[in-house]
């Protein structure tokens, strides 16, 4: 393989079209194709552009050669899969997997699908979204809306097969309807969908921390639920590896409880964390339903990272999602002990060129610091 990196003429086009591409999202396409609508028409015509174009060969060969920046340094194995770079999309945005050609081709290492429910589910009512460019933050409450997990886990599974580099990840939640009940027809509800995902997948992930259902998170309330759930879940032979998605309003003695429960538990993996739901000293409309994503995570979400790298280290694998907008801060939660790193916000605000520009910076600072491989880093400041 010829990596991006050690070529001098293919290093060059692809600085200066990253360059191009975050000059003209900020000054011409944001304010202009984006901004212009409000969030959710905007989310809406955004999966549509990526479903469209997915399907012009010569458009993501163009997108491949231009911006997907590759280099050894960012090459990593985590939980015994192989990625070309830790930079993974969270869970969240692409709810019905329509977004994995795109990805691929503009070089993330994973995407996590999802999350996606045992029944097709319509969400919560509209809007979905709120932007708070002042925090680098949007204001989520869409409510798991999706197609449903036999959909979407096809749909996943042949994205995967037919990558080029990508790994897919399928994320699992209950479903946020009417038919909700009580913990046991929860647990049913993720059965359902993991049996659905065995093996159809890179990796698959458990959302037991969407802050936005109206049966709430039952799941993390106790040691004790956590347990109930996966003793079921145990049960479902999967060969991919499965994370937990993490909440963040937690103090660490009670996060730290429900870790111990997931150690004991067919788990190699936590996601760290989902939505900051405390909006303590933000300015934020009373009447804005949901909870924060992007910049009002990152401080929390890193100290969790650290704490539980430091305590679990030795026996779970932490993707840290929340508030990377740049190389640095995707350094700085590596060092606190993420193997992987998720986002969502930093696309929205700072544009597609993004992952380009956290994959190079990334690199720079790993070999600045002497660091052969990215997996070097990882822990270094716990």
Same mark, same amino acid.
Request: hydrophobic letters at 40%; one cysteine or more; a negative charge.
């Given at each position: ?8 003429? =293919?290093?060059?086009? &692809? ?27 905007? =989310? ?27 280099? /050894? ?11 070309? &770079? ?9 709810? &019905? ?19 996606? +429910? ?6 919560? /009512? ?6 708070? /460019? ?26 995967? +097969? ?50 936005? !259902? ?20 145990? +049960? ?43 909006? +303590? ?26 704490? !539980? ?16 907008? !740049? ?45 052969? =491989? ?9």
């Amino acid at each position: 393989m010829t990596y991006v990196s050690e070529s001098f003429w =293919h290093d060059a086009v &692809n600085k200066a079209t990253t360059d191009l591409f975050t000059f003209g999202y900020k000054h011409i396409v944001k304010p202009n194709f984006v901004f212009n609508h409000t969030p959710d028409v905007a =989310h809406d015509q955004m999966i549509e552009f990526c479903r469209v174009t997915g399907n012009i060969p010569p458009l993501m060969w163009l997108l491949r050669e231009m911006l997907n920046y590759t280099d /050894p340094v960012l090459e990593t194995s985590v939980m015994g899969v192989d990625f070309a &770079n830790p930079f993974g999309l969270s869970a969240g945005l692409d709810k &019905n997997c329509d977004m994995p050609v795109l990805m691929d081709n503009a070089g993330f290492g994973f995407e996590t699908v999802g999350s996606t +429910t045992s029944r097709p589910c319509a969400g919560n /009512p509209k809007p979905w979204f709120h932007r708070l /460019p002042e925090y680098d933050s949007m204001m989520v409450h869409v409510g798991l809306a999706n197609d449903g997990s036999d959909k979407v886990i096809a749909r996943a599974e042949q994205a995967w +097969t037919k990558a080029r580099s990508l790994q897919v990840s399928v994320s699992i939640a209950r479903t946020n309807d009417d038919l909700a009940g009580d913990i046991d027809e929860g647990i049913e509800d993720y059965r359902i969908s993991l049996e659905r995902a065995a093996g159809r997948s890179a990796m698959v992930e458990i959302n037991v921390s969407c802050p936005n !259902t109206r049966a709430g998170e039952p799941f993390t309330e106790s040691p004790e639920n956590l347990d109930r759930l996966f003793s079921v879940l145990d +049960t479902v032979d999967r060969p991919q590896p499965t994370l937990v998605k993490m909440p963040l309003n937690k103090s660490w003695e009670e996060f730290r409880d429900l870790l111990a429960v997931l150690a004991e538990h067919n788990v190699q993996g936590v996601s760290i964390a989902n939505l900051q739901k405390d909006r +303590t000293g933000l300015e934020i409309p009373r009447d804005w339903e949901g909870g924060l994503s992007g910049g009002p995570t990152y401080r929390a979400s890193n100290e969790l990272v650290r704490r !539980t790298y430091r305590e679990f280290g030795d026996r779970f694998a932490i993707a840290g999602i929340g508030g990377v907008f !740049t190389p640095e801060q995707a350094y700085a939660k590596i060092r606190s002990g993420a193997s992987l790193v998720m986002f969502i916000s930093s696309l929205m605000y700072r544009g597609p060129q993004q992952i380009t520009v956290l994959k190079r910076g990334l690199a720079s600072l790993l070999k600045r610091d002497g660091f052969a =491989h990215v997996s070097e880093a990882v822990g270094i400041d716990a």
